[in-house]
Each structure stands twice: as C-alpha cells, then as structure tokens.
C-alpha cells in the first residue's frame, strides 16, 4: 500500500487528494496543515471582510471531505524538513512521516520589506489567510483609517473588502498604476477611475519607506497617517523545503509537466511551483487558484502512477470590483485589436497567427472563447477572426467544430 | 448521460428556449408574471448571425474546467450535472473567463446562472427543449467519449 504525504492544505493539496484518490482508492493519504483548518477558498477571505460570504460557506468542501476521501489531516502542523534519501517529512513537533510519493503544495507567503520603524506599528497585517482576516477585522471600526502597501490584486481585494466599513482606506504603490501585474496603463486608469468613486484613494508612484506608530513617511516626503496597515506588497513562493535538500528551486519550485520536481519521488504544485506557461512558452510561476487545483490534480494521478500532464497552464484573472470585472489572460505581445468606451475596455493580441493576450474591463460575455484560443493554440486562420474580435462567439468558428462541441459528449 | 444537444440546421432563432428557459426557473407559475416587462436571464443563449443560429448552454462536461477554476467551490458535479450554488457564488467571473463553450452568464444580482437541466425546477426535464417548435434542440443520450 502506497504512503502519500501531501504538505500544505490549500487548492492544490484538494487537487492532489483528488488526484490520487482518482487512481489510488487504498493508498493512505497524510495532509500536513500549517494552517489550523481543512482547506478553505483562500480568495474568500476579501469577500468575508465585504458580507459578500459568510464563514460556513468558506471551506472549499463539505464536513466529512477527510474522512469521505479517507486522507487524515493533521491541523496545526508544520514540515519542517524533508529527508529524500530516507524518504521521510520532518514536523515541527518532532513527528517524522514516511512516505512514498510526496507533494510539496505549500504556496506562497506574503513578502514584507524590511521597512524602517515597522516594529512601532501596533495593528500591521498582511493579508494572505483566513486569520489575517478574521484578525483585520478585530482591529477595525468605523472611525479607522487603514492604509494598504501595494496596490496589487491581493491590496486592492482587501481595499475593498474594507470599503464602507472604515473611514477611510488609502492604497499606496511603487508601481504608477493599479494592478500593474495585469493591466495596462489605459486598463489601469479606467479601473482606478472606478475604485476612486467608490471612496478608495491611492498613492501610486510612492510609497512608504519608514513608520513611526501610526505615521507612514513616504518616499514622496508626505507623510500618512493611519490606523491600521496592512502590506500586500508582494509574495513569495514557499520553496525551502525543496531548495534545502538542492532541488531546482527557481521563482518556485521547478516541476516538469507531470508535476514531478528534480527530487525523485517528489512532486509540486500550486503557487510553490514553477511549471510550464503555454501562452508565453516559458516557465512560470501562476498564482492563481484554477492552475493550482489543475497542476495538485495532475500531481496526484501522477504519484499513484497514473499519467496525466498538465502543460496548458495560463496566466490569467477575473477580479471585479464594486461590480466592474476586469479579465486578462496570457501575454500582451504582438498586434492589438482594441474597442473602447468610457466605462469598458477590450484588448486582444494576436502575434503568429495566434491570440496571444487578452484584457477586457466591463466587457465578460463569453470570454472563456477567447481564453480557450490561447490555451488551445487555435489557429486564427481557422476561425471567422473579423467575427470573433467584435464578438467572444462560437459563431466564427467553423460548422464541423461546432457539430462537435454541441453534438457530441464533451 | 443524457445531454441537450443542437441541430443549429434547424434552428429558427425565434428565441423561445430562452423565455422558457426563464421561466421554468422563475419558480412563477404564470409566465406573463415571470416575463414580461422585466429582464430575462435565461440560462441558454441563441447565438449566430443572419446565416446561422443556435441555442448555446452547459455542456455539462466531464471533466468541467469551470468546477476546478471556480474561487469559491460552488460549482459541482453531482451525477454528470454540473450545478451553481447560488449561496457560495461570489460572482468573480472565473467559470466565464474559463468555460470554452461560453455557457456561463451571471443572473440580475451578479451570481452565476447556469443550465441544470431542469431536473430540480418544475418541469422537469429541459424546457428549452420541451418547448422548441422545431426540434433544433434535444435532449437525449449521444454516448460518452471517454
Ligand atoms: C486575498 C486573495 C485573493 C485571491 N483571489 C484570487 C482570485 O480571485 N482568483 C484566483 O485565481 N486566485 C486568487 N488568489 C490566489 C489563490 O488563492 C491561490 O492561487 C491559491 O490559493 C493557491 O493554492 P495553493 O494550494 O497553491 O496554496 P495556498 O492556498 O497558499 O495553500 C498553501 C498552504 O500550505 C500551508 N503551508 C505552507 N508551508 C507549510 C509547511 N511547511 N507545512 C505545512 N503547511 C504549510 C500554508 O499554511 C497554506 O495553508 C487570491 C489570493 C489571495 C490571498
Ligand atoms: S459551464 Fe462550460 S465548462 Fe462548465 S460544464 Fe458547462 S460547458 Fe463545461
Ligand atoms: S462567478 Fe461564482 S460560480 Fe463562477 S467562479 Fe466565481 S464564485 Fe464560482
């Protein structure tokens, strides 16, 4: 009987359970959870802060998931070494785990800057778990001023999770526009636009470089003063595990399509790992939940010695806020086609006969045509391309193709 | 499983599927109640242009990219049907950004409405299909491909 060790309990440890347990009904499964909870929708946690969710709908399945699947997880618990020639997971309560195969879904940690004066900050957070969360919100009344390092997804989420229940919250960047991981500068100044009329006040090009209590003196020589500080300056992929034993380990941990890292008998998955992007080529870390359930599922029918690859991972990202979406996928290379009106934006790249990018703000319809294109690599010149610019429609493509995706089983 | 499957041929566009589509999850029982005046998101679209037109809704693939992507675990299989959670949806727009057929479209209060084949409403059975007055839509059994 095969031993599974799984370390981290987020979206792709759920992905690897299921994988193995896809190909493997017997095999014991062991999960190790830093965090003291079974897995929950990581990306809920700004929507708690809004009343958009509440905390029973917040774990990613039901009551009796571990024992339906027969995994048992241990709660509260760290790995803290891994020992690849013994094939044994170290916690830090001193217990050591034997295993089989073993999948590092660890993910990623938020990056803090070793800013000046930061230890004089009475309420800072960052703003990546469930206790971050439930910890923000202890510490914050109607009469707060919050004030948000980074302006990126996480940054803003939170901005706005926060959003009519505080005074007021700032949003301070480096970057000299909002999302800058996403959006363009254009994109990014229609989607500004709309979060200063919602109340959020930003900061951009600035931002602090050292604190003093509840004081922020910016780069800029302005100072800001604040009640609560959150920093979602950045993450980090949780790599040491793997690094530590001399496994390749670049942004995140290297794994090839079937999730295998260099380490034999060890596999990665999630935000910890680097694997293949398709739209650029290259490897790349892609933080996002859809890649992190996909690559921990392929992880875990690979480690029960089924075969499965997952080499069409894509970045890509629907975030709204104060209900305008913005959309983007894979990379903005090569020719742009764009259509624009005050409220909305759409742009595609198209380079090589192929689409490459896309960013659509206020414009959704339909937009998982055009993310299939560039994950699939479909040609343009088989497509009605003048049609489907204007229009994310199955109608431009032709007749057979679309016999086969709704005539037959899919 | 059985699935609706589209002759787009045969297809009028006369857009029926959509308003009974509507209505069959409407809960009303009577349809000028349910309809009219008011916006419609019915869970089946009828795309095309002058040349062509057919009724486009879930799949229910077997294995759903839209369930694997959704950020707030409210997408489900259960039995081959996939279903929304209307409790659990947040309305991010993930499943739309990543459902190739586009078959996902958020309702008036932005959560996700999609096809569950009416088998929990009170028809039934798809009543986009009961409804369709030239067959351009079926529901029936086509063999997996798995
Ligand atoms: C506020 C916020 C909003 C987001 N919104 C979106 C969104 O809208 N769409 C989207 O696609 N993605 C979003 N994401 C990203 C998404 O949450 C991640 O891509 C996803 O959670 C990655 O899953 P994972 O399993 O790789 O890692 P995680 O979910 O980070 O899980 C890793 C787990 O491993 C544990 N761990 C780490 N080291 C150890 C160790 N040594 N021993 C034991 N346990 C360990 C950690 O405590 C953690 O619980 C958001 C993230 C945040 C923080
Ligand atoms: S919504 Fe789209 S991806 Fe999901 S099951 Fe239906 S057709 Fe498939
Ligand atoms: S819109 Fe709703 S159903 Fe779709 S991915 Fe987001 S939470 Fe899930």
Redesign the pocket.
């Known amino acids: 009987m095969s031993r599974y060790v799984i370390?981290?309990?987020?979206?792709?440890?759920v992905g690897a359970i299921e994988g193995i347990r896809s190909v493997d009904k017997t095999g014991s499964i062991t999960v190790?959870?830093?965090?003291d909870r079974p897995a929950y929708c990581?990306?809920l946690?700004?929507y708690y802060l809004e009343g958009k969710t509440k905390l029973e709908n917040i774990g990613m399945r039901g009551a009796d998931y571990y024992s339906d699947s027969a995994a048992e997880l241990l709660c509260g618990r760290?790995?803290v070494g891994i020992d690849a020639d013994r094939r044994t997971v170290a916690l830090d309560d001193g217990e050591v785990l034997p295993y089989d195969r073993l999948c590092v879904?660890?993910?990623?940690s938020p990056f803090v800057p070793p800013f000046e004066g930061l230890g004089t900050v009475e309420k800072q957070f960052t703003?990546?778990t469930l206790d971050s969360a439930l910890g923000i919100e202890k510490s914050i009344d109607a009469a707060s001023r919050v004030l948000i390092v980074g302006a990126g997804?996480?940054g803003l989420?939170?901005a706005e999770g926060l959003t009519g229940r505080v005074a007021s919250v700032t949003v301070c960047d480096l970057a000299d526009r909002v999302l800058s991981s996403i959006l363009d500068a254009d994109c990014a100044a229609l989607m500004q636009r709309h979060l200063e009329e919602h109340g959020m006040e930003f900061l951009l090009g600035d931002s602090a470089v050292r604190f003093d209590g509840n004081t922020a003196y910016m780069r800029s020589g302005r100072t800001v003063g604040f009640d609560v500080l959150i920093l979602a300056v950045g993450v980090r992929a949780?790599t040491s595990?793997i690094s530590g034993i001399g496994g390749e380990v670049n942004r995140g941990i290297v794994v090839d399509e079937r999730m295998a890292t260099s380490v034999d008998g060890i596999f990665a998955a999630?935000?910890?790992a680097e694997g293949f992007d398709a739209s650029s080529g290259g490897k790349r870390v892609l933080?996002?939940?859809?890649n992190?359930y996909m690559q921990g599922h392929a992880a875990g029918v690979n480690m029960a010695g089924g075969s499965e690859v997952f080499d069409k991972g894509i970045p890509m990202?629907s975030?709204g806020f104060f209900g305008l979406h913005a959309m983007s996928a894979g990379v903005y290379e090569g020719e742009m086609y764009e259509e624009r009106t005050d409220t909305s934006i759409k742009r595609l790249f198209t380079k090589d006969g192929l689409l490459k990018g896309f960013i659509l703000i206020g414009r959704s319809e339909r937009a998982g045509i055009y993310t299939s294109m560039i994950r699939e690599k479909i040609p343009l010149s088989s497509v009605d391309f003048e049609l489907l610019k204007r229009s994310a429609t199955t109608a431009a493509f032709p007749p057979e193709s679309r016999r086969k995706m709704f005539g037959g089983a899919v | 499983m059985k699935r609706v499957y589209v002759n787009e041929e045969w297809c009028l566009g006369c857009r029926l599927c959509e308003y009974n589509c509507a209505f069959a999850n409407s809960g009303l029982s009577d349809m000028v109640l349910a309809l009219k005046d008011k916006p419609v998101f019915p869970r089946i679209h009828v795309e095309g242009d002058e040349k062509i037109t057919y009724a486009v809704s879930c799949r229910h693939c077997e294995d759903p990219v839209c369930v694997k992507s959704c950020?707030a675990g409210a997408l489900s299989k259960e039995n081959g049907v996939i279903k929304a959670d209307p409790d659990r949806c947040v309305g991010?727009l993930?499943c739309v950004l990543v459902c190739p057929y586009g078959a996902l479209a958020p309702g008036e209060n932005g959560v996700m409405l999609k096809c569950e084949l009416c088998l929990e409403n009170s028809c039934g059975e798809p009543a986009c299909v009961k409804g369709c007055p030239n067959r351009a839509i079926v529901y029936e059994e086509r063999g997996e491909t798995a």
């Not at chain 1, 879904?105 to 990623?108: A, D, E, Q, Y």
């Not at chain 1, 933080?287 to 859809?290: E, N, Q, S, T």
């Open positions: 370390i981290g309990n987020g979206t792709a440890s190790i959870s830093e965090e990581r990306p946690i700004s760290k790995a879904c660890t993910g990623s703003f990546m997804l996480i989420k939170c949780n595990l999630g935000d910890c933080a996002i939940l859809p992190a990202n975030i | 950020i991010c993930t």
